[in-house]
């Protein structure tokens, strides 16, 4: 008897372990939220006690030593590279500025006098075509395919950041529209009730695409008076990029709070909207675009501190423009994300990623931009564009006497077509043979602040180091992560549309605004990496992860298989462990 009994336990036991697995207690998640704290340092979580983003590196799969892995290191590069697995030389852009070689974009452009375009003008289609063009299948198309029907959408404060990572894939995208007042057709009402200029939510593919209970309602209309800029728009260093009404902070209009908040609750309302309907969500692809902002403008980490700029830590709302505050709000935002899919019961088939695009340096040793009211897209942008005409070729004589070094050059300066330039320098020529790449080079190893140079191989597949001995030394430190990183960084955005001659700078250095990215940096390369769900292993992970691997990682981690049929990731998955 004593030994039928014992038999019959095992039986029931391995009964109910088939069940546990049978119902799902471990299921693969079934969607995805990924976050992107713009511009966030991996230090802000402890640096401005970031509750939230701590739990999750504490109970999640962290990456410490994860960098952004590509360049250019920018917003509206790296957005499209998460969710589509390729690196930035094999997606249709690799830069805030790009030559269109395969004429993807002429028929949209014909009266454009130059190939040169700058993908903070593009529209949604433009976006569409260059990932069409580009052949790859992109995370949205995945999860369509593994739950039909469902919703995938991404939202963000920028246009350009949100119409990106949409395009071709997702069912929606919303952003904060451009500006209306008075003047061009803004709605009285909504002028007096918020106090001047507004924008209201604005659509990829179109603002049609956005759901009414989004763009009906008109908590998603928000002040973006630029008279309404907290004191940026006169205080150096902001002013270089100064705030515009609430659309990167929350401000204080009860019931239209702008910034993250508004990105939250637009994220909330597709959360609650679609949750147990035939159209469920199964990703949403979140930016909270206030760490970069705030960022940008005071230099973030220890540059954004009390004894440089006479803040009062005690008083928040006062203070919201700078990172102490707004890292804080970004990270509350992210508890409400959460909060909502607990309300929701979603939290368990939730794969939660939490990352950042970019990190930044502060320009606290060097800042070779103009110093002035409004500077930012000056310093940023010099020549012409497809799609604005001559709108960024200021006069050399007005750009930044440092940059001034390569575009004024009696040599080389006649033949530059665009220059962009952040912490790194991206140069186009007009001819680009290795003669005239090589002489570009060479005056740019004299430009304030590049530690190294590089000239595009004429087949447009790598970057070839033309010197390391530039005027402006490398330090050790420099020097150490240079050698490890830089030849690899700069290859990822090797194609034919990018830069020829390519300016590496040094730490805290910077040309386009005081805090800067773009480039090869170790502190603009570096970005928190966390993937949690309640069925994952608990982790702290040493290996260098890339953003390039995030899709590919949660494809595998959902239990989606690749398309063999499908361009192959540049990504590779990592294997997150299951309890
Ligand atoms: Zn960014």
Known sequence: MKRVRKGLLFTIVVLLVLLVVATGAFAAPKRVLIVVMDQMHPEYAKQYNMTNVLWLMNNGANFQNAIVGDMASETVVSH?????????????????????????????????????YVTGDLGYSDFAALVAAGGYKKLGTYLHEATPGSTVACVGEKSYQVRSMTAGSSDFGVFLGSTKNATNGGDPALISLLGGAYRAPGGAPSTGAVPTYITGDTRFTINSDPNNDYGTLTTSPAWIYPEDGDRMVPGYIEGHLGGDNWVADATMAIMKNTAGTA???????????????????????????????????????????????????????????????????????????????????????????????????????????ATDGDYYATPVAEMSPAIQTLLGNSTVGGNISFSYQSTGIETWLKSFTMPEKKAAAKVMRTVPGVIATYVKA?????????????????????????????????????????????????????????????????????????????????????????????????????????????????????????K
């Open 279 to 385: 159209n469920d969500w199964s990703g949403l692809f979140v930016n909270f675009g206030a760490i970069d902002k705030s960022g940008h403008m005071w230099g973030g980490g220890e540059a954004d501190n009390l004894k440089t700029y006479n803040w009062d830590p005690n008083n928040w709302l006062d203070n919201m423009t700078h990172e102490s505050f707004i890292a804080k709000n970004a990270d509350n935002q992210l508890g409400r994300l959460i909060g909502t899919l607990k309300a929701l019961g979603e939290f368990k088939d939730t794969l939660i990623v939490v990352t950042a695009d970019h990190g930044s340096t502060a320009a606290t040793r060097h800042f070779y931009g103009n110093d002035a009211q409004g500077a930012g897209d000056f310093n940023w942008y010099w020549g012409n564009s």
């Open 80 to 116: 499209n590279v998460m969710v589509s697995g390729m690196l930035p030389k094999n997606q249709g852009w690799s830069d805030e500025a790009f030559r269109d070689t395969g004429g993807v974009l002429s028929a949209a452009y014909p009266a454009r006098t130059t190939d040169m």
């Open 458 to 578: 004429d087949d447009g597949s790598a970057y070839i180091l033309d010197s390391a001995k530039t005027k402006t030394k490398m330090t050790a430190a420099e020097k150490g992560w240079w050698k490890s990183h830089a030849q690899m960084l700069v290859n990822t955005m090797a194609w034919s549309g990018s830069a020829d001659v390519v300016g590496l700078l040094a730490d805290r250095t910077s040309y386009g605004a005081f805090g800067d990215h773009g480039g090869a940096q170790k502190d603009v390369q570096r970005v928190p990496m966390i993937f949690y769900n309640p069925s994952l292993m608990t982790a702290q992970r040493g290996a260098e992860i890339h953003t390039v691997d995030i899709m590919p990682t949660v494809m595998k981690a959902m239990g989606i298989a690749v398309d063999p049929a499908a361009k192959i990731m540049d990504g590779k998955a990592y294997m997150l462990a299951t």
